[in-house]
Every structure is written in structure tokens, then in C-alpha cells.
């Protein structure tokens, strides 16, 4: 059974980046039409993609982040990553990685890791 | 960007009734959307992928229908467990997400 676990910061200062780790485990990060995604909910709020990548480095990225959002992954490690920059209050968020089958649907959930931008 | 708009924002329903949960695309999507549902506390499951496929393990009473800008989640008789938030996701033009229907015990 695929598992994903996201970690990171809980608490980031504004202006600075947010990085998160998600850890996949039960299944090679390298599975032919496996991408890897990052989707986030602020508190109350509904669900918005971040971005997709899949095993040979190729990325998707939600085009109202795209200027701030960096997605990769280390095989040898079985992890995916995300790297926000120059976040504000608004970045605020539950950050969830999943398993984005064949850029299709997310299947595959991690529980999901809270991410509070404040100084 | 494809907006998705889901009615009604909040459902109030008694165990084993039907429900009927309304998602609308502000352009065809063709069949490209799913359904996720969402507990307080809990990461989205997903239910239904390509309009109307159920994912693994997803029990019989849940359906979905629908095509190009009007789709419907279908719970046939509700089960105490349903009670949640469910989302509608399109992937026709990159991915995004409804604002969600709350179903409630009435």
C-alpha cells in the first residue's frame, strides 16, 4: 500500500521560503505513470494545486504560483520536494503531497502538514 | 482558468436518504472531472475519476454522472460515515477544485 508523509517547518517568516519534504513509501517513486503533487488548503478553505512532477524531473506548475514554486525529486531517496518563495501571510496553508496518477487524479494522499507564515 | 461551481454549498440530509451534490464547469471539461471526499481532520479521498468510474474500494452507493459542464455526485442512501465535504476537480486545463458542498445530519 503507497504512502506518502509530508514534512517540513511548521512556521515560516514572511519574504523567506517554504520547503516541505514528502517521503513516499510502499512503491518506488520511479512507477511508469506515477507524477508526485502538492496541493494546498488554507484554514477553512478549499483545495488548490500546486504542482506535479514526475520521477525524470519533468514538472507542471499551477500558473498563478508558477513564478514562486519549485518542485523536485531525489529517486536514490524515494522523496519529492517543494520550494515556495517570498511567502506572505496568504501562503498560510495545509500542505498535502499525492500521488497525481498519470496527471489524471490524486489517488494517494499524505495526512498533511500545516504551514503558518508569520513573523 | 476553468471555474468549478458546486451546489449547494451546504446539504442537510438524514441517514439513508439520497443525495445529490451539483458540480458546474464554467467550460466543457468533457469527462475529466473527480470527486474527493474530505472528513474534518483528514487529507481528500478520492471517489469517483473520469465522471462516473469509482476508484478502488469505493462502496457501490456512491455514482457519478455528467459530461462537457454539468456533473452530479450521486450518494444513493446515506451512511453515517458520509456525512463530510466533497469537492469536485477538473483536469481538462491544468487542475482545479470546487469550492465544496458540506453535507450534514439534518
Known amino acids: 500500500q503507497l504512502q506518502l508523509q509530508e514534512s517540513g517547518p511548521g512556521l515560516v517568516k514572511p519574504s523567506e521560503t517554504l520547503s516541505l519534504t514528502c517521503t513516499v513509501s510502499?512503491?518506488?517513486?520511479?512507477?511508469?505513470?506515477?507524477?508526485w503533487g502538492w496541493i494546498r488548503q488554507p484554514p477553512g478553505k478549499g483545495l488548490e494545486w500546486i504542482g506535479s512532477?514526475?520521477?525524470?524531473?519533468?514538472?507542471h506548475y499551477n500558473p498563478s504560483l508558477k513564478s514562486r514554486v519549485t518542485i523536485y525529486v531525489d529517486t536514490s531517496k524515494n522523496h519529492f520536494y517543494l520550494k515556495l518563495s517570498s511567502v506572505t501571510a496568504a501562503d498560510t496553508a495545509m500542505y498535502y503531497c499525492a500521488r497525481h496518477w498519470a496527471l489524471r487524479y490524486l489517488d494517494y494522499w499524505g495526512q498533511g502538514t500545516l504551514v503558518t507564515v508569520s513573523s | 482558468e476553468i471555474v468549478l461551481t458546486q451546489s449547494p454549498a451546504t446539504l442537510s440530509l438524514s441517514p439513508g436518504e439520497r443525495a445529490t451534490l451539483s458540480c458546474r464547469a464554467s467550460?466543457?471539461?468533457?469527462?475529466?472531472l473527480a470527486w474527493y471526499q474530505q472528513k474534518p481532520g483528514q487529507a481528500p479521498r478520492l471517489l469517483i475519476y473520469d465522471a462516473s468510474n469509482r476508484a478502488t474500494g469505493i462502496p457501490a452507493r456512491f455514482s457519478g454522472s455528467g459530461s462537457g459542464t454539468d456533473f452530479t455526485l450521486t450518494i444513493s442512501s446515506l451512511e453515517p460515515e458520509d456525512f463530510a465535504v466533497y469537492y469536485c476537480?477538473?483536469?481538462?486545463?491544468?487542475?482545479?477544485f470546487g469550492q465544496g458542498t458540506k453535507l450534514e445530519i439534518k
Open positions: 510502499g512503491g518506488p517513486i520511479s512507477s511508469s505513470s506515477s507524477y
Open positions: 512532477i514526475y520521477y525524470s524531473g519533468s514538472t
Open positions: 476537480q477538473q483536469r481538462s486545463n491544468w487542475y482545479t
Open positions: 467550460q466543457s471539461v468533457d469527462n475529466y
